[in-house]
């Protein structure tokens, strides 16, 4: 049975730094898209980011360029989200996910196109 488990969320100041890290079980993401979505109360979930299975082609939603870090270690079956210079508006629960296929395209940006979610880790940025 495949397993996606977040990992690393909690309650962080402004400015502050959190990596969350997603572990998966069960098969090999190794050649599969993975990514990062979020949903704040209220609202409805959004896209952060996404990585291509080999690492080399990462996406990330324009709200959190230039802050937010996507990663994978193969060796480990992990994905990984560095998160810096946090804001009170990133708070959400942050949810990782997995394709089952292994093309990558502009469509990943979608909750629709991956196949396994994990059960989500809250992320709470104070002001």
């Known amino acids: 049975q495949v397993q996606l488990v977040e990992s690393g969320g909690g309650l962080v100041q402004a400015g502050g730094s959190l990596r969350l890290s997603c572990a998966a079980s069960?098969?090999?993401?190794?050649?599969?898209?993975m990514g990062w979505f979020r949903q704040a109360p209220g609202k409805e979930r959004e896209f952060v980011a996404t990585?291509?299975?080999?690492?080399?082609?990462?996406y990330y939603a324009d709200s959190v360029k230039g802050r937010f870090t996507i990663s994978r270690d193969n060796a480990k079956n992990t994905m990984y989200l560095q998160m810096n210079s946090l804001k009170p508006e990133d708070t959400a629960v942050y949810y990782c996910?997995?394709?089952?296929?292994?093309?990558?395209?502009?469509?990943?940006?979608?909750?629709?196109?991956?196949?396994?979610w994990g059960q989500g880790t809250q992320v709470t940025v104070s002001s």
């Open positions: 996910a997995a394709d089952k296929d292994e093309r990558f395209s502009d469509t990943l940006r979608y909750a629709y196109e991956y196949d396994y």
């Open positions: 069960g098969r090999s993401f190794s050649k599969s898209p």
């Open positions: 990585i291509s299975g080999s690492g080399g082609i990462r």
